[in-house]
């Protein structure tokens, strides 16, 4: 029977211990994760707001800056702020979302089993971050959506 000091076995306890506590932590840490991406917010879209868009990423049409206004869950004015959103705004001013559509386009990627399909709120509960990609192996499938300056009107 080979001797092993007793200083070895608590350098290897130790490590044993400390591997575990590292595996249990990376879970954790990965779980909360996890659930903030696919949190869900409560928010109803109002009858009528503006917000502004900053569209990105891929080969969508949807690219640029846009200031928009919504009246009854339908675009009534799109403005582009840069040379992008100008040119949809003008071209294709159809292709300009609400954000309840935004909210949609992210729900059928999840259905779609995208695999990035998540979204940050702000405090009031609207959408202020999108991010979608259906093939991470795919060029040019992403997008990513920054709302901000919402305001409901009345």
Same mark, same amino acid.
């Given at each position: 029977?080979?001797?092993?000091?007793?200083?070895?076995?608590?350098?290897?306890?130790?490590?044993?211990?400390?591997?575990?506590?590292?595996?249990?932590?990376?879970?954790?840490?990965?779980?909360?994760?996890?659930?903030?991406?696919?949190?869900?917010?409560?928010?109803?879209?109002?009858?009528?707001?503006?917000?502004?868009?900053?569209?990105?990423?891929?080969?969508?049409? &949807?690219?640029?800056?846009?200031?928009?206004?919504? !009246? @009854?869950? #339908?675009? =009534?004015?799109? *403005?582009?702020?840069?040379?992008? %959103?100008?040119?949809?705004?003008?071209?294709?001013?159809?292709?300009?979302?609400?954000?309840?559509? &935004?909210?949609?386009?992210?729900?059928?990627?999840? !259905? @779609?089993? #995208?695999? =990035?399909?998540? *979204?940050?709120?702000?405090?009031? %509960?609207?959408?202020?971050?999108?991010?979608?990609?259906?093939?991470?192996?795919?060029?040019?499938?992403?997008?990513?959506?920054?709302?901000?300056?919402?305001?409901?009107?009345?």
């Amino acid at each position: 029977m080979t001797a092993v000091s007793r200083s070895t076995r608590a350098v290897f306890s130790a490590s044993l211990i400390g591997g575990l506590l590292w595996a249990v932590a990376a879970c954790g840490a990965e779980t909360a994760k996890s659930t903030s991406a696919h949190r869900r917010s409560n928010w109803q879209e109002p009858s009528a707001y503006t917000y502004t868009l900053h569209s990105s990423e891929g080969e969508r049409s &949807l690219i640029g800056t846009f200031r928009i206004t919504v !009246r @009854d869950g #339908a675009v =009534v004015k799109a *403005a582009g702020l840069d040379d992008s %959103g100008r040119r949809v705004a003008q071209d294709i001013p159809d292709a300009v979302p609400t954000m309840g559509e &935004l909210l949609e386009e992210l729900e059928q990627a999840r !259905r @779609d089993d #995208a695999d =990035v399909a998540e *979204a940050e709120y702000a405090a009031e %509960g609207h959408p202020a971050r999108i991010s979608l990609d259906w093939e991470k192996d795919a060029i040019d499938d992403e997008a990513l959506y920054v709302i901000s300056a919402y305001q409901q009107l009345g």
